[in-house]
């Protein structure tokens, strides 16, 4: 029995620091019935120099160079160049642990799944330059110069690992309702931690939109989830996924985007639970999403903290009796919020 052939995509644009790591740790998985789909999306670094040199070494990769237009029409192309039974998408600041790629297919074997999930890890790039100045502002003098070459060297990188569902095999209506349960987290709304069926994409169309600055893996998600029979999670972490100060979701976007693209996202979700029969039993969480918080550690935090802030308003504009109201206030800690909903009641 010969293995499935998997199409791993991975968007490039101004990576040159990132993205022969990331190619190294994908033509370096222990599967290797791959095809790499490389796409160079206009880079002005020498991303694509670096891109043609892997090419050059390793059959399995293809690298396609065009011009600027984004992330979703990037990995559009690619996935229309792709022939495997399976699709993975990897974003080119990040890279994988050798067998995650292995674990994925295994699994979506196994059991015949459409969709496999996996937690992952955040990788937390140390700011070596600001931890140097408050070293230096605390050492005053030689007594403390000596201490400070005594001291342990901190670690240049942080690891953390998230993952919300447990490992097992879930069925389409079972993996939704877990999903409400963290609605608006990297875990379940990326496309870099799951495997995708490409018969399942090409029977539906389904492609990325370039309509949403930040949410078009959520959307992309939302619309597979529809056609999702079988969803298995994996119980240990294979992607690294590498927090980048100067990527757009920490340079782009601000409290009005993140609120705009929350408010499209529900009406994919309703859209969604009521076809499964199960938009009644979530429409409270759905609604409460627009308050959740992503984790993060970027400088978008001042941000999140504004969505805390904001939650008396929602949870009370939101709510569907006061009984409701109620209880959402109680559980954000905002009892202000049911006396709101009373007053936007009889305005």
Not at 38 to 54: A, P, R, Y
Not at 63 to 90: C, H, P, W
Not at 289 to 312: F, H, M, N, R, Y
Request: glycine residues 4%.
């Amino acid at each position: 029995m010969t293995n499935p052939l998997v199409s791993i995509i991975v968007p490039v644009y101004n990576a040159q620091n990132s993205v022969a790591r990331c190619l190294e740790s994908i033509c370096g998985q222990t599967y290797q019935e791959l095809e790499i789909i490389v796409l160079n999306d206009g880079s002005t670094d020498d991303s694509l120099t670096i891109c043609n040199q892997f090419c050059a070494k390793d059959p399995r990769v293809t690298v396609v160079d065009k011009e600027n237009e984004g992330l979703s029409i990037t990995r559009n192309v690619g996935m229309r160049l792709a022939q495997g039974k399976y699709l993975q998408f990897v974003d080119s600041d990040d890279h994988l642990a050798p067998d995650f790629t292995q674990r994925m297919v295994t699994a979506a074997e196994q059991y015949d799944a459409t969709l496999v999930i996996s937690p992952y890890w955040m990788e937390i790039p140390r700011d070596t330059q600001k931890e140097q100045q408050r070293e230096k502002a605390k050492a005053s003098n030689p007594e403390d110069i000596a201490k400070k070459k005594l001291r342990r060297k901190k670690p240049e990188v942080e690891y953390r690992e998230y993952g919300f569902l447990p490992a097992g095999v879930y069925d389409q209506k079972s993996y939704a309702l877990h999903l409400m349960e963290k609605p608006v987290t990297f875990f379940y709304n990326v496309v870099w931690n799951k495997l995708y069926r490409r018969d399942v994409l090409n029977a539906h169309g389904l492609e990325f939109t370039n309509e949403l600055i930040h949410a078009e893996d959520q959307q992309f998600n939302i619309l597979y989830l529809e056609f999702v029979e079988r969803v298995v999670s994996l119980e240990e972490p294979g992607y690294y996924y590498v927090q980048n100060p100067q990527s757009i979701c920490h340079t782009q976007i601000n409290l009005s985007t993140i609120m705009q693209n929350r408010l499209q996202m529900i009406d994919y979700y309703k859209d969604l639970y009521t076809k499964l029969g199960l938009y009644e039993e979530v429409q409270t969480q759905l609604h409460a999403s627009l308050l959740g918080l992503a984790e993060s550690v970027s400088p978008t935090l001042s941000i999140q903290k504004a969505l805390s802030d904001a939650a008396e308003y929602w949870y009370a504009f939101f709510a569907g009796s006061d009984e409701e109201a109620e209880l959402a206030a109680e559980r954000s800690g905002r009892k202000a919020a049911a006396k709101k909903k009373q007053k936007l009641g009889t305005e």
